[in-house]
């Protein structure tokens, strides 16, 4: 008779925590049995806490948090050696190139995104638990062209770099057509920081309208 496997350990890291919460209870309807969500982070501090504490199999872990961000939760937590057998799935909303390959490079073993299925989520942190890579399709694109030289992630950091965490934000709405009112509803921000941002952005990148803007963005497969 073979040995009953064990549940795979998770902890949930996301800034929101209606979202945690709707996370957690899919994964213990349809993965009741094949995961066991041990603990729930918000920000970076809370995550390495977490981590640490659990060492958990995989973390199912947020881009972009307060405190640093995923990657800062993966390097702080490699740094100190905290949970070395522990595996990043990213589970973002975020489909741009940049946060793909910035998460990849930091250490993650996985990137989807937030339209996943329940069923698909327990079956990717099962894939990760064992070792395997997983992607959600459109993003597995993105990895091999970074790896082929297809897109020069070191000029797409360097240009990045100038930019605040909101500033690339704004530019990515900006640049996939959304209006100034559109970007101010989604990011909770007003109209007059939208327009602040977005010529801050402009000036960093030393470009002169949006046109130039989505331009940029697109060749640097940001959108």
Known sequence: MSEPVSPVSIVIVDDHAMFRR??????ESVGRGIVD???EAADV???IAAVTAERPAVVL?????PGGGGVEVMRRVTAAGASPETRYLALSVSDAAEDVIG???GGARGYVTKTI????LVQAIQRV???????SPRLAGFVLDAFSGA????????????????????????????AYKEVAKELFISIKTVETHMSSVLRKLQLSSRHELTRWASDRRLL
């Open 61 to 65: 872990l947020d881009v972009h948090l």
């Open 22 to 27: 709707g996370v957690r209870a899919e994964l």
């Open 129 to 135: 638990a064992e070792g395997d890579a997983v992607f």
């Open 117 to 120: 299925t329940g069923p698909e």
């Open 45 to 47: 501090d809370e995550a």
């Open 103 to 105: 998460t990849i490079r």
């Open 37 to 39: 969500v041990r603990a």
């Open 151 to 178: 897109i020069d992630v070191a000029a797409v950091d360097e240009d990045l770099d100038r930019l605040t965490e909101r500033e690339r934000e704004v530019m990515r709405l900006i640049a996939r057509g959304y």
